[in-house]
């Protein structure tokens, strides 16, 4: 388990994080979503031990991963920006990644390597920025590490590699036990790939569990009066979000779906339904709650 408490980081006077709590299990996905400047790479650094926690403390199996190197080897970092040793090539990365993690797996780099049809004996630097994108995952995954954090790197990928990788990743998250963190941007991605999701918003965790709970926790409900419904009493409800037209509304709203549709119903509606919300529709209703955009 990879454990946040309580923690906290500031850049001089500005706070960046603010008592970030979570507990991430094996096994699972957690897709970390943000505003831009929301914190995300802060806290995946963090996590990685490559940027110290002002307050709180971070653990992997309530070892502390900060100035712990038999913990951080654990921990496998990819940033949205690929490094590799100068002029080295794939096997050469493999060769000086061996060295210092005794958990790296050179039979398993070369199958990636074939899989993912990426030249071993060629330059890193000569290849094309989403080519580079692959080694970077490819080069982890053959660290065979318990924790993998992925700070938007799926980004510069074709949509073939990207579903090509994100099953790969998901066989490994499951097959080895791995905890998995992926921050970015692609909500539609996020909900195809996570099993878990947290939303990061000015430095502060404002939701995080299950998918499926975070995405129910708001119910949209469609129905139309018998004559038009007065907007205060659709104010009532509490909604985040309110289209009408005419005697046809369409209100979402936070709460349970049983609670939700029994102050409906007593509005006396001709009919009513519930529709589906999607991760970024949940996501954006958030932000709006939060004043970022409106």
């Given at each position: 388990?990879?454990?946040?408490?309580?923690?906290?980081?500031?850049?001089?006077?500005?706070?960046?994080?603010?008592?970030?709590?979570?507990?991430?299990?094996?096994?699972?996905?957690?897709?970390?979503?943000g505003?831009?400047?929301?914190?995300?790479?802060?806290?995946?650094?963090?996590?990685?031990?490559?940027?110290?926690?002002?307050?709180?403390e971070?653990?992997?199996?309530?070892?502390?991963?900060w100035?712990n190197?038999?913990?951080?080897?654990?921990?496998?970092?990819?940033?949205?920006?690929?490094?590799?040793?100068?002029?080295?090539?794939?096997?050469?990365?493999?060769?000086?990644?061996?060295?210092?993690?005794?958990?790296?797996?050179?039979?398993?780099?070369?199958?990636?390597?074939?899989?993912?049809?990426?030249?071993?004996?060629?330059?890193?630097?000569?290849?094309s920025?989403g080519?580079?994108?692959r080694?970077?995952?490819?080069?982890?995954?053959?660290?065979?590490?318990r924790?993998?954090?992925?700070?938007?790197?799926?980004?510069?990928?074709?949509?073939?590699m990207?579903?090509?990788?994100?099953?790969?990743?998901?066989e490994?998250?499951?097959?080895?036990?791995m905890?998995?963190?992926l921050?970015g941007?692609s909500?539609?991605e996020?909900?195809?790939?996570?099993?878990?999701?947290?939303?990061?918003?000015?430095?502060?965790?404002?939701t995080?569990?299950?998918?499926?709970?975070?995405?129910?926790?708001?119910?949209?409900?469609?129905?139309a009066?018998?004559?038009?419904?007065?907007?205060?009493?659709?104010?009532?409800l509490?909604?985040?979000?309110v289209?009408?037209?005419?005697?046809?509304?369409?209100?979402?709203?936070?709460?349970?779906?049983?609670?939700?549709?029994?102050?409906v119903?007593?509005?006396?509606?001709?009919?009513?339904e519930?529709?589906?919300?999607s991760?970024?529709?949940?996501?954006?209703?958030?932000?709006e709650?939060?004043?970022?955009?409106?």
């Amino acid at each position: 388990m990879l454990r946040i408490t309580e923690a906290g980081k500031s850049f001089g006077s500005r706070e960046v994080l603010h008592d970030i709590g979570l507990q991430l299990e094996e096994g699972h996905i957690f897709g970390l979503l943000g505003t831009n400047g929301a914190g995300k790479s802060t806290l995946m650094r963090m996590a990685a031990g490559i940027l110290r926690a002002d307050r709180g403390e971070i653990c992997l199996d309530d070892r502390p991963v900060w100035e712990n190197p038999e913990t951080k080897a654990q921990i496998c970092y990819l940033s949205d920006d690929p490094a590799f040793l100068n002029a080295a090539t794939i096997r050469e990365m493999g060769a000086f990644q061996r060295a210092w993690y005794p958990t790296h797996d050179g039979k398993r780099l070369s199958e990636l390597c074939e899989r993912f049809n990426l030249p071993m004996d060629e330059r890193i630097s000569s290849l094309s920025k989403g080519t580079q994108k692959r080694v970077q995952v490819c080069l982890a995954l053959a660290r065979r590490p318990r924790v993998l954090l992925c700070d938007e790197t799926f980004d510069g990928l074709d949509p073939v590699m990207r579903e090509a990788f994100r099953r790969t990743i998901s066989e490994e998250t499951w097959d080895r036990g791995m905890v998995t963190v992926l921050a970015g941007h692609s909500l539609q991605e996020m909900e195809d790939i996570c099993d878990q999701v947290g939303f990061l918003h000015e430095g502060r965790l404002l939701t995080a569990g299950d998918m499926d709970t975070v995405v129910s926790g708001m119910i949209r409900v469609q129905f139309a009066g018998r004559e038009e419904i007065p907007g205060e009493k659709l104010a009532e409800l509490h909604p985040l979000r309110v289209q009408r037209q005419g005697r046809l509304c369409v209100l979402t709203v936070r709460g349970e779906r049983e609670s939700v549709l029994k102050s409906v119903q007593a509005l006396e509606p001709e009919f009513c339904e519930t529709l589906p919300l999607s991760l970024e529709e949940v996501f954006i209703l958030e932000m709006e709650e939060q004043g970022y955009a409106k």
